[in-house]
């Protein structure tokens, strides 16, 4: 079993800064790739960014130059940066992991999801 446990949204105001960590464990054998995802009220849930295991990074063109993704050194923690946030940045925050475990490949987890709110 896996559990992502995130961290670190809140009430921001906008132009501020924010962080965001999601720290995963359990039964992983090894990590594919890990990202962010944020889903606005009557809207569909979309990337904000991603970094694959090789390092590779994606952003969603509405945050790049504003976000950054990041890893920990233990590779099971993933990081977004939000500097100069908008007040469309608002939606509940997911994070997601692309993993294996030892009896599993491919597997999708997500966090509980974290409320962000920007104020103008």
């Known amino acids: 079993q896996v559990q992502l446990v995130e961290s670190g949204g809140g009430l921001v105001q906008a132009g501020g800064s924010l962080r965001l960590s999601c720290a995963a464990s359990?039964?992983?054998?090894?990590?594919?790739?890990m990202g962010w995802y944020r889903q606005a009220p009557g809207r569909q849930r979309e990337l904000v960014a991603y970094?694959?295991?090789?390092?590779?990074?994606q952003y969603a063109d509405s945050v790049k130059g504003r976000f950054t993704i990041s890893r920990g050194n233990d590779k099971k923690t993933v990081y977004l940066q939000m500097d100069s946030p908008k007040p469309e940045d608002t939606a509940v925050y997911y994070c997601?992991?692309?993993?294996?475990?030892?009896?599993?490949?491919?597997?999708?987890?997500w966090g509980q999801g974290t409320q962000v709110t920007v104020s103008s």
């Open positions: 997601n992991v692309y993993l294996n475990t030892r009896y599993s490949s491919g597997l999708n987890s």
């Open positions: 359990g039964s992983i054998a090894s990590i594919n790739g």
């Open positions: 970094i694959a295991s090789g390092g590779m990074i």
